[in-house]
């Protein structure tokens, strides 16, 4: 698609390895690229940080989206010593989440 002489812009969110290869068509045509490649943007909570507001956050980071948004917070950082519950009601809210339409 890219590569398509009548596209007049393109824009892009994934890796960067298709980014690379998209960047690459598109330059052919002296096409107008916006792209958003493989973000790994982290969560951190300090250690007095509520709980339930911590996974919260968490969860809404990641799962918005189906997790397709470049800021996708696909890391989350804890102390150690609260890091098992955390990650245990994280877990425990993923798998109460149900599909909806697409």
Known sequence: MASDPDITSFTFTGSVDVGIAVAKMAADNVVPVVMELGGKSPNTSLADAD????????????????????????????????????????????????????
């Open 51 to 102: 709980l339930e507001l911590t996974v919260q956050g968490v969860a809404n980071a990641i799962f918005q989206n189906a997790g397709q948004t470049c800021s996708a917070g696909s890391r989350a950082a804890r102390r150690a010593e609260r890091a098992r519950r955390a990650v245990e009601r994280l877990a425990a809210r993923a798998k109460s989440m149900r599909v909806g339409p697409a």
